[in-house]
Nanobody
Framework: QVQLVESGGGLVQPGGSLRLSCAAS????????MGWFHQAPGKEREWVAA????????YYEDSVKGRFTISRDNAKNTVYLQMNSLKPEDTAVYYC????????????WGQGTQVTVSS
């Protein structure tokens, strides 16, 4: 199992940028697909972006395409989410997750980091 800790959230004005980091521990990180999710107040947790185990493939929810970039550094056991052109509707708690290929589910989650986009 992978242990995950997110960081990098905060308050930013509309149009601004933030870079989230997710530090992982556990021997399976480098072989795990990773994802970012967000959960806005009163809403369900939603998928935002994903990256394959070697970084070769990336996937994005339509509303963040062209604004967000997911990346990873397996040498540092870290996955990133670069968020540009932020909008108030991006306000949410952001979580990273590791995919469990055996069970085909997002099996490990971090505690989340708050992102607030407001003027």
């Amino acid at each position: 199992q992978v242990q995950l800790v997110e960081s990098g959230g905060g308050l930013v004005q509309p149009g601004g940028s933030l870079r989230l980091s997710c530090a992982a521990s556990g021997r399976t990180f480098s072989s795990s697909d990773m994802g970012w999710f967000h959960q806005a107040p009163g809403k369900e947790r939603e998928w935002v972006a994903a990256i394959s185990w070697n970084g070769g493939k990336t996937y994005y929810e339509d509303s963040v395409k062209g604004r967000f970039t997911i990346s990873r550094d397996n040498a540092k056991n870290t996955v990133y989410l670069q968020m540009n052109s932020l909008k108030p509707e991006d306000t949410a708690v952001y979580y990273c997750a590791a995919h469990d290929a055996d069970k085909d589910l997002w099996g490990s989650w971090g505690q989340g980091t708050q992102v607030t986009v407001s003027s």
